[in-house]
């Protein structure tokens, strides 16, 4: 009855799904979507182990339980940030704001049986009395586990009905808000808005938009730049029309069927095979394209915002300038032997969206919005020195970048045929790495690269020189071959600081560097979850050597900052007269853990050297002492090997 009833009042939207096998594609197809576009933000660890569970089943093709962890990841994916006033007299307090927990029990509830289904609805009840509030129909999967799940119940008030699908318990309850005058429940008002918007494209004059709901249905409509679509041939398909249908009947026909071959729409994106392409909507197509137009300028070095902004306004103006007028004045005459409605005004559109190619790209706001909702910008994020709540951007970016097609596969395999290798040929080869990963038994481990310089942002020779010097740190992963390390993409920064901020009197290097240090320990001991190829996999990172030229390594690992000192340096222990007339290595010289600490206790800057305790040591696996490096260029090629 609840179907029917909704079907005479909603007629449009119930057209949409001619049967249920129609409406459970539209579901698959919008839960794609939504998971593709949030899940990346995702940092519940139940929502977490949601989608391990969800890609486990993708593969052994669960269709029931896969469904039910779709519907039980909406509260996760939509998440309900807004205040609900409290409308019970006896409040303590006004407002109050739901946590993930209490939005996803108002959305779906999972008992283990059917007396728990009972005693979770009494609960409610109580629950509910105190905001001063009623339930709203609500969902109830019953099973001990969730691979055992096969009764579902949609509960209104005291009925309630049972279905053998979750999907249809979810339409259900969906169209009793509708049929029977309800509103959504507070807590998940959001989840079911975006349902309402999205799944069944149904507006009404009373829906509440919050921010998060405007911004999901706007990111459903879109398509992620990764993702390739297809579009019907309809220029193709309309021309072969024009051709049957005039040829017999119209002497202009010669001139039209000169002119057809010309107009084809391109269907293939670069250079992905035919069966991988699946456009929806011409739309989607054209803005595929304008984005690989866009991300392919903003790739290149000398490209500036100004530049670009150029390029895009005159290739508008091109487009705009009456080219797609004058072509859509020569086809539309052959449009009127057409009864095809819907294929005259899909054509219609195609033009419409040719003259204005660029619509939510035309200003560098719109196209950095994108960027980043799709994760395919990040911006510089400030860290107030000293607190613990800093934005882990390291661990974003190695992330998306792991999960790069074929980045992990070929990273794993260098460092594997790498640690095989009996000629040293790379920081793999060594002892140093060889070291480290006996700590990584049984786990994917990387090692990463830190390197530090102060860049003069300013005229070098101008008399403001210094006051806007940065001090920069970038990273790399030597695990990729080495005809890749040297590319700027693939070379990251980690850190920008005011050089002149860093010092004895305004932020030791322990408070500068507090942030990077927390970063790398959390990827050694905690590492990353990536997913390739539809299966997760856990990665770690280990800091293998900080490079540098030797006054910026000799500021940040802690030693003297001047190479007049009596122990200027970091490698070992000699005196700076020895080490003017030193031609072999003294083993009694080099600084090892253990004189290095015993220096440290000597509180002796002119006698050992050193200024404080390497900050970075407190990462495991790294020591100031044991993971050393000279800088080629800075001790070569600029140095004891100068050539003019």
């Given amino acids: 009855m609840i179907l029917k009833d909704f079907k005479i009042g909603h007629s449009t939207t119930h057209s949409l799904f001619k049967d249920f096998i129609h409406f459970k594609s539209s579901w698959e197809n919008f839960a794609k979507r939504l998971i593709d576009i949030r899940k990346p933000s995702i940092k519940d660890r139940h929502a977490q182990e949601l989608f391990k569970q969800l890609d486990s089943l993708n593969l052994n093709g669960d269709c029931i339980t896969s469904n039910v962890i779709q519907i039980l990841l909406l509260p996760y994916l939509i998440p309900t940030k807004t205040q609900i006033k409290n409308s019970s007299a006896d409040a303590k307090k006004k407002f109050w704001k739901p946590s993930l927990f209490e939005s996803a029990l108002a959305f779906v509830t999972h008992v283990t049986n059917i007396t728990h289904f009972n005693e979770d609805f009494i609960e409610r009840q109580k629950r509910y009395s105190q905001y001063g509030t009623t339930i709203q129909p609500y969902i109830v999967f019953v099973g001990p586990d969730l691979q055992s799940i096969r009764t579902f ?59 998060i709901t405007t911004t999901v249905t706007g990111m459903l409509k879109q398509r992620h730049l990764n993702q390739v679509h297809s579009v019907p041939n309809l220029i193709s398909g309309f021309s072969t029309h024009i051709h049957e249908t005039n040829k017999e009947n119209s002497t202009e026909v010669k001139s039209c069927n000169e002119f057809t071959p010309e107009f084809q729409v391109p269907i293939v994106v670069g250079k992905c095979k035919e069966e991988d392409i699946v456009y929806t909507t011409f739309d989607d197509m054209v803005k595929c394209r304008v984005l690989k137009f866009i991300t392919n300028l903003s790739s290149k070095s000398n490209m500036t915002s100004a530049l670009m902004q150029d390029i895009i306004d005159e290739t508008t103006e091109l487009f705009s300038s009456g080219i797609i007028s ?28 040719l003259e204005n190619p660029f619509f939510n790209f035309k200003t560098e706001y719109q196209r950095i919005k994108y960027f980043e909702s799709n994760n395919l910008y990040f911006k510089p994020k400030t860290v107030v020195v000293g607190f613990t709540k800093e934005k882990k951007v390291v661990n974003d970016n190695l992330k998306n970048f792991f999960e790069l097609p074929g980045i992990f596969d ?8 790498s640690l095989k290798n009996s000629n040293i040929s790379s920081f793999l080869n060594g002892t140093t790495w060889k070291n480290i990963i006996k700590n990584f038994k049984d786990k994917i481990v990387f090692p990463i690269f830190l390197y530090f310089y102060d860049a003069e942002m300013g005229n070098l020779l101008g008399s403001h020189s210094g006051v806007h010097k940065m001090g920069c740190v970038y990273y790399t992963i030597p695990a990729l071959p080495p005809e890749y390390l040297s590319s700027l993409e693939n070379i990251f920064p980690a850190f920008l600081f005011h050089s002149s901020d860093r010092g004895t009197q305004k932020f030791s290097n322990e408070s500068m560097f ?60 000699g005196h700076k007269h020895d080490l003017q007339c030193m031609l072999t290595e ?13 220096d440290l206790l000597r509180v002796n800057v002119s006698e050992t050297g050193i200024n404080e305790r390497c900050v970075f040591n407190k990462i495991p696996n790294y020591h100031v002492t044991v993971n050393i490096v000279c800088d080629f260029m800075h001790d070569i090629s600029e140095g004891v090997a100068r050539y003019d």
């Fill in 153 to 211: 119940y949609v509960r209104i008030d005291q009925n309630f009905w049972c279905f053998d699908c979750p999907l249809k318990a979810l339409e259900v309850c969906f169209k009793s808000y509708f049929v029977f005058h309800r509103s959504y429940p507070k807590e998940c008002h959001d989840i079911w808005l975006v349902i309402q918007q999205s799944l069944f494209q149904l507006t009404t004059e009373y829906d509440r938009p919050t921010s």
């Fill in 326 to 353: 004058q072509l859509k004045a020569k086809i539309t005459p052959f449009l009127d032997n057409n009864n095809d409605e819907t294929e005259i005004a899909n054509i219609h559109n195609m033009f419409s969206v």
């Fill in 410 to 417: 070929l990273a794993h395999q260098y460092t594997i045929t």
């Fill in 514 to 573: 507090s942030p990077l240090i927390n970063d790398l320990i959390d990827l050694q001991e905690n590492g990353l979850t990536i997913n390739v190829n539809s299966t997760n996999i856990q990665i770690y990172f280990a800091l293998g050597l900080i490079l540098g030229d030797n006054l910026g390594l000799n500021s940040i690992l802690g030693f003297v900052e001047s190479f007049s000192a009596n122990h200027y340096c970091r490698i070992c222990r």
């Fill in 586 to 598: 003294s083993d009694d010289l080099i600084r090892n853990e253990k004189n290095y600490d015993s």
